[in-house]
């Protein structure tokens, strides 16, 4: 079989900026990146894409309050926005991937697997919600909300007004993972654990049943690519490199790192919790777990990447 890479696009890389968030402005930005895995699989290698979703989310969060205020409709619960987006943005990867395939006549095509990811009910991230979602409102709306929704959890944020926090567990088993790893070793392009997937709880009976939380797509990304032993396991983010002391004027961009150099940056608190760490954790599982190889670098630079000529590269 060719090489199999696991490669994880951002929520946020198919927003460019404030002015292109329409559903079309997406797709666009979803064509630009699939030229770019495309432009991968033709250098040999077997892709499963897994991407995040917390703008969409956000985006279907509102509407639903919207209608709630102006139609009395039902909310939709925060579990069903991740499986909505994972329908939503997958389509939009499938199709620009299976146009581009057609394009270079390639006998090629992409598939989306809506995607469950188990977490553990004692999970401590469930008793301190730290994950920010949806509207702001102000401490009048905020009074109403936890009324109509005791459980939920309100927090003050930064003076711009009351937001929801939910949990952000770590993820425990994919659960479709067999179904995934046959397909890509099948030869399709598989579109997968969209969002970090949609976290379940499984009972002792084996039932699942949907929970309220976020996900991280790069542990879930992560978790996967151990699991069905990739070859490599690829985080594109908003930069072609990975830097030390970034933004400063002694920074520093990593080619070739090794397993123990990177958690020694990390040791030296070289790495944004809300940025660059997770992505750096995420990698660290995956190498500890078995993995060969991992690189991070932006989606535009994903074909030179792969081909050693920019990205940071991580080896155990």
């Known amino acids: 079989m060719s090489t199999l890479a696991v490669v994880a696009i951002g929520g946020n890389s198919l927003i460019r900026d404030n002015a292109h968030e329409s559903v079309e402005d997406q797709y666009q930005a979803v064509v630009e990146t699939a030229k770019h895995i495309v432009g991968m699989i033709e250098q040999g290698y077997e892709v499963i894409v897994t991407h995040g979703n917390g703008p969409q989310v956000g985006f279907i969060l509102r509407r639903s309050e919207i209608a709630k205020d102006v139609a009395a409709m039902h909310q939709v619960p925060l579990v069903s926005c991740g499986a909505d987006t994972q329908g939503a943005i997958g389509y939009q990867i499938q199709q620009a991937m299976d146009n581009e395939f057609k394009k270079r006549g390639m006998d090629k095509t992409a598939v989306t697997i809506v995607t469950q990811v188990v977490v553990s009910e004692n999970d401590p991230a469930f008793q301190k919600p730290t994950k920010p979602i949806g509207s702001f ?33 770590l993820p425990q088993e994919i659960v479709e ?39 991280d797509k790069d542990f879930a990304t992560s978790l996967l690519a151990a699991d069905i032993k990739a070859d490599v396991l690829i985080i594109s983010t908003g930069v072609p490199t990975v830097y030390l002391n970034y933004g400063k004027p002694n920074e520093k961009a990593l080619d070739k790192v090794t397993l123990a150099e ?12 809300g940025s660059m760490l997770p992505k ?9 777990n078995g993995g060969k190889e991992a690189i991070i670098t932006n989606p535009e630079s994903l074909e030179e990447a792969v081909a050693g000529k920019t990205g940071t590269h991580i080896y155990p």
């Open 137 to 169: 409102y102000t401490k009048e709306q905020t009074a109403e909300i936890q009324k109509a929704n005791p459980s939920w959890v309100m927090i003050e944020d930064a003076g711009r007004g009351y937001r929801r926090m939910v949990a952000s567990p």
């Open 262 to 273: 990177l958690k020694q940056y990390v040791a030296e608190n070289h790495f944004a919790p």
């Open 177 to 215: 993972k067999n179904v995934i790893n046959k397909l890509v070793r099948d030869g399709y392009c598989v579109i997968s654990v969209g969002g970090g997937g949609i976290p379940v709880i499984k009972s002792e009976d084996g039932s699942l049943r949907g929970v309220d939380a976020v996900i």
């Open 280 to 288: 750096i954790q995420a990698v660290i599982s995956f190498l500890e």
